[in-house]
């Protein structure tokens, strides 16, 4: 039999250092492990319905009518399902480590403040949507960071995506606390307050340490 796959996923709230520390961990874990197959990825992807997300999050503010509002959440979905399809199960299935920068949760946490009023605990009503379907991660780590410092970190950034303002991040934080008491087997927090180079070194050992258990 080969070497089982394994599928880490990072989340967090925009501006928690997810995606430098994604980098620092891909780096430093291949020349650990320089026999294993890597696979850095990231949600939104750069597929087809990745595309049309990603050109829509540079416009001004989360949807306002429910019939957008439904539209995103189903793209998201799409580029969920295309993701699996066309690279995360099939590099699971050659062996390989798959680590995602945003999955499954993050539509659950932001789709889940944008559904608000449209259907019924948005959080359950998603992940009931997607539990049929989904490769559930073997580990998420999840970027814990205060909204406001997060906020207070990405005004140094030239672009202001969409979803970045303080009320919003505030019910997307909550949705993914929730998520992580849902499922605290799943998920590890990671203390996202602290320097960048501390904050992958964190998360590096528990990618390690989880690695080493699957073996
Ligand atoms: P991304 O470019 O990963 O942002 P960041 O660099 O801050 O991590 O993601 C773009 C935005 O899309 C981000 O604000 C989160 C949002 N998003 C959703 O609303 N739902 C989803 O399912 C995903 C994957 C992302």
Redesign the pocket.
Known sequence: MGVKGLLITLE?????G??TAAKHISTQLQEIMPERRLILT???TGGEAGKI??AR?SSDGPCSSPSRRME?LFL??A??ADHLARLVCPSLEEGAIVIS????D??????GV?LQGIVPDPVQWIRSVYAPWNMPPDLTLFFALDPALALKR?RSRQER????QLEFLRS?NENFRRLVALEPGRFVSIDASRDAQDVAAQALKRILKRVQTSL
């Open positions: 967090g709230i925009d501006g928690s997810k995606s990231a949600e939104p997300l990603r999050l995103e998201f979905m580029d969920h920068d945003r999955y499954a993050s539509t659950a946490a932001y789709q944008t990405m995506e969409k979803f970045e997307v």
